[in-house]
Nanobody, 124 residues
């Protein structure tokens, strides 16, 4: 069982930046692809970013492309989400997820482990 712990959420003004971190409780984190999802108030969970186990491949939906960047440090068992130019519609709980021995994934159902989430609030 792998535990994922997110941090870095908080309150930020429109146009600001935040960096989320997700630490995995495994020393074989390089065997996992990883992703970030979010769930806004009254909305369904949606895909935000994904990164392959090696970190050399990433994927984003259009609504965050150019603003968000996913990265990872396998030596620290950590995946990051740098969020810039934040908008009110980015307000959500952000979840980290990991998929064991799978390539880059965009569907929530393909992930094996999930964190508890960290709240990001973007104010006007």
């Amino acid at each position: 069982q792998v535990q994922l712990v997110e941090s870095g959420g908080g309150l930020v003004q429109v146009g600001g930046s935040l960096r989320l971190s997700c630490v995995a409780s495994t020393h074989t984190f390089s065997s996992y692809s990883a992703g970030w999802f979010r769930q806004g108030p009254g909305k369904e969970r949606e895909f935000v970013a994904a990164i392959a186990w090696s970190g050399d491949t990433t994927y984003y939906p259009n609504f965050v492309k150019g603003r968000f960047t996913i990265s990872r440090d396998n030596a620290r068992n950590t995946v990051y989400l740098q969020m810039n130019s934040l908008k009110p519609e980015d307000t959500a709980v952000y979840y980290c997820a990991a998929a064991y021995l799978k390539g880059l994934r965009v569907r929530a159902g393909d992930y094996d482990y999930w964190g508890q989430g960290t709240l990001v609030t973007v104010s006007e």
